[in-house]
């Protein structure tokens, strides 16, 4: 079935590490994007990308970065992990920028 | 910027209609989205709308008014399966999302 994946689904973390979220989507869309989820904050924007080769910063992209090597991935990293961080984290995709988005079903990071 | 406003929590009971309410204000406009999220699970797309009145699909309709930055969300014959969160989403003028904090709508027998 096309779709997105997110890796892991769920992660606790020790302060000041290094993590890694991975998305993959099958559907040869040419944006993506991560969001973070927080009670009673809605979903924001940390940071897209609007075809291979380019990524920007979004809303809230402070302690994040991205890349985008290929169309089918968009890796998230947390170069060193605070408990600020301990979020929902959503990927998605659209065909185009201008397109609707489409979600992965989330990992859940906390971080201690 | 967007602000972007809709309550917290609604319920009603199963058979009747809510009605969603979400203001914006946005610095450039192009699009409203409306998602389902049931808990624990992805936002998926319900509706779009960017011209102004009424789209209607199945039990489901989302209205726009962009001279008043308004939009509604209609649950006609309310489910047992439509206990979720309704996130309210504005595009704007960079085709960025922003999203509400979302209402989270109990349906009861």
């Known amino acids: 079935i096309a779709g997105i994946t997110q890796a892991p689904t769920s992660q606790i973390l020790a302060a000041g590490r290094r993590m890694t979220l991975r998305c993959t989507q099958d559907?040869?869309?040419?944006?993506m994007y991560w969001y973070r989820q927080d009670l009673g904050l809605g979903l924001r924007l940390i940071h897209y990308?609007?075809?291979?080769?380019?990524?920007g910063k979004g809303e809230v992209p402070d302690g994040y970065s991205v890349s985008r090597a290929n169309t089918d991935d968009f890796p998230l990293t947390l170069a060193s992990a605070v408990p600020s961080q301990t979020s929902v984290y959503f990927c998605a995709s659209s065909d185009n920028p201008t397109d609707t988005q489409y979600f992965g079903p989330g990992t859940r990071l906390t971080v201690l | 910027g967007q602000n972007i406003d809709q309550p917290t929590e609604m319920t009603a009971t199963e058979g009747a209609i809510v009605q969603i309410n979400c203001t914006y204000q946005?610095?450039?406009?192009?699009?409203l989205f409306w998602y389902q999220q049931h808990a624990g699970e992805a936002p998926t797309f319900l509706s779009y709308?960017?011209?102004?009145g009424l789209e209607e699909k199945g039990r489901f309709s989302s209205f726009l008014s962009r001279s008043k930055g308004y939009s509604y969300l209609l649950l006609k014959e309310l489910q047992m399966k439509d206990s979720a969160s309704y996130l309210c989403a504005v595009r704007d003028g960079d085709y960025k999302l922003s999203f509400g904090a979302g209402t989270t709508v109990t349906v009861r027998a």
């Open positions: 990308s609007n075809t291979a080769g380019t990524t």
């Open positions: 709308n960017v011209l102004d």
């Open positions: 946005t610095s450039g406009f192009n699009g």
């Open positions: 559907m040869r869309h040419n944006a």
